[in-house]
Each structure stands twice: as C-alpha cells, then as structure tokens.
T-cell receptor, first 115, second 115 residues
C-alpha cells in the first residue's frame, strides 16, 4: 500500500457547479478524516468517519458540503453550488483505531479553484 | 478547546545553522502533539509526535522536539539545516484518550534555508 490517495489532484470549476472528490485511505485504516487548508493557513478539520459512520462534523461543514463513506473504505466529499470561498486544498487523512498512539497519515490533497 | 500558536510565519536560517521553530499550545486535557512538514502542493508528512513517556522526541530527517508542560511548548529543532529542509512546518495538537480525534493545527511556519 502506497498511502492515502486522493483524486483528482487539481480541480478548476465555475462558481455554482458541483464538485466531488475521492479519498482512498490506507487499506487497514478504519478512521478517515477530511480537512480544508486555505492559503497561508493550517489545515482545518471538517469531518471524520469511523468505518462507515460519520462521527464528527465541524461547523465549517455547511449544508452545501456532504461527505460519505458508504462501505467503510473510500470516501467522497461533495460540494454543491460552489463559491469562490470554497477555493482551498482539501486534505484526506486516515488512521487506525485500537492503537492508543496512532497518528493520521495524509494524502497529497485536492486543490480546488473556483472561478 | 484546543489551540496552537506558531511564533513566526517565516523563519530563515543559513545552511548548517540551528533550526528552531516555536510552537505553544493550549489544551484543557493532556495533549498529544505533532509536527508535520508540507512541501509545495503536497500533503502533510509526520515528522514526530509526543503522546506519553519521554518528553524529548526524535523524528525523521534529524528533527527533534521537547514537550515542556510548564511552558505549554513543543518547539522543533534541528542542529544543522540542510537545503532540503526548506518547507512549511505545522504544529498540531489533539486531545489524548478516546473521544475527538481531530487535529488542531497552527498557521504554519515557512522555513527558508540560505546557501
């Protein structure tokens, strides 16, 4: 396994369009996280899943955002009616539950530009 | 609630000089602390982490950090900077134990290495 994989790496979309990003975690990892990173800032937590259950959502995750992890493996993050303020790097991370000191491993991110 | 403050958004050092990147945290419970490195248009790579035990932790690429509870600090150091160390560095905190697994990141410090 080569790590957390995100697709696409870059996405340019027009304002008002819908976009969907995919994340494939490390295969044995059962926790999956989404973060958003805007220019000049650190990543900000959006949501996380344990297996297929979405257990925590940030207030940053407006009703235009929806995340799913239907079979407890890959996850998708959809943004509806995109706005220019949605332009950011969207990072996915995964970790393994059951280990007390586990850390999250990050993918290379999807950079979204809304024009 | 947790927060991270990284002092200095940009640090420049000469090749071979000491690298010191500062991180102070705020946490209502014993924290887990992390340093991540990010190269341009890439995801985050874990450098090192503190969870429990020894307060001086060693990471990859010759970096180390010391957890000082009395100072609520977790500064990152490297004795001798290399050109390949030029990147952005993020300090992050997570609450220990079960419950929320989200990371709270600082705003990052961009390290430049002067030849």
């Amino acid at each position: 396994d080569t790590g957390v994989s995100q697709d696409p790496r870059h996405k340019i979309t027009k304002r008002g369009q819908n976009v969907t990003f995919r994340c494939d975690p490390i295969s044995e990892h059962n926790r999956l996280y989404w973060y958003r990173q805007t220019l000049g800032q650190g990543p900000e937590f959006l949501t996380y899943f344990q297996n297929e259950a979405q257990l925590e959502k940030s207030r940053l995750l407006s009703d235009r955002f929806s995340a799913e992890r239907p079979k407890g493996s890959f996850s998708t993050l959809e943004i509806q009616r995109t706005e220019q303020g949605d332009s950011a790097m969207y990072l996915c991370a995964s970790s393994l539950v059951g280990q007390p000191n586990t850390e999250a491993f990050f993918g290379q991110g999807t950079r979204l530009t809304v024009v | 609630a947790q927060s991270v403050t990284q002092l200095g958004s940009h640090v420049s050092v000469s090749e071979g000089a000491l690298v010191l990147l500062r991180c102070n945290y705020s946490s209502s419970v014993p924290p887990y602390l992390f340093w991540y490195v990010q190269y341009p248009n890439q995801g985050l790579q874990l450098l090192l982490k503190y969870t429990t035990g020894a307060t001086l932790v060693k990471g990859i690429n010759g970096f180390e950090a010391e957890f000082k509870k009395s100072e609520t600090s977790f500064h990152l150091t490297k004795p001798s900077a290399h050109m390949s160390d030029a990147a952005e560095y993020f300090c992050a905190v997570r609450r220990s134990g079960a419950g929320s697994y989200q990371l709270t990141f600082g705003k990052g410090t961009k390290l430049s290495v002067i030849p």
